[in-house]
């Protein structure tokens, strides 16, 4: 179930990024050579065979000069109904400096903060606080 759930968002991803390459009319080869990616794995990508890094999309997004943060969606990164979040998860994902697992776990105890207060808000509601 969760594996064809990644196959549907990658394979939904790798839609998007060929609309928005023909949109921009460029070749699979000049979108790879402009976002620093091979040919071939730019290629899986677009064929919803390969789940590419918050990194690699933030370069084909620059190359298409399209919003990482957009991207990021489509890819599952990014909640797309985020009230406040939004900005602040599109700059952990697009910072270079922090790993992959750093930028996830940045994101998850951010996630249980909001939670957190989201409890507390609903608890003193349910008992006339506010």
């Known amino acids: 179930m969760v594996k064809s759930m990644v196959g549907k968002t990658v394979g939904s991803l790798g839609d ?3 609309e928005q390459r023909v949109a921009a009319q460029l070749s ?5 050579d402009q976002a620093g990616v ?7 990508i677009e064929r919803g065979l390969r789940k590419p890094s918050a990194e ?8 298409l000069r399209i919003s990482a943060e957009q991207v990021y969606v489509r890819a599952g990164i990014l909640d ?9 998860e599109a700059v952990v994902m697009a910072d270079t400096r ?4 750093q930028k996830r ?21 349910t008992q006339g606080e506010i």
Request: charged residues 25%.
């Open 16 to 18: 998007y990024l060929r």
């Open 28 to 32: 699979l080869r000049q979108l790879a």
């Open 38 to 44: 091979s040919n071939p794995y730019l290629s899986q």
């Open 56 to 63: 690699v999309l933030q370069q084909i997004a620059k190359a």
């Open 80 to 88: 797309s109904d985020s009230e406040r979040g939004g900005s602040v």
């Open 98 to 101: 922090l790993t992959e697992r």
């Open 105 to 125: 776990s940045l994101l998850d105890v951010y996630a249980s903060f909001l939670a957190l207060n989201n409890r507390v808000a609903d608890d003193a509601e």
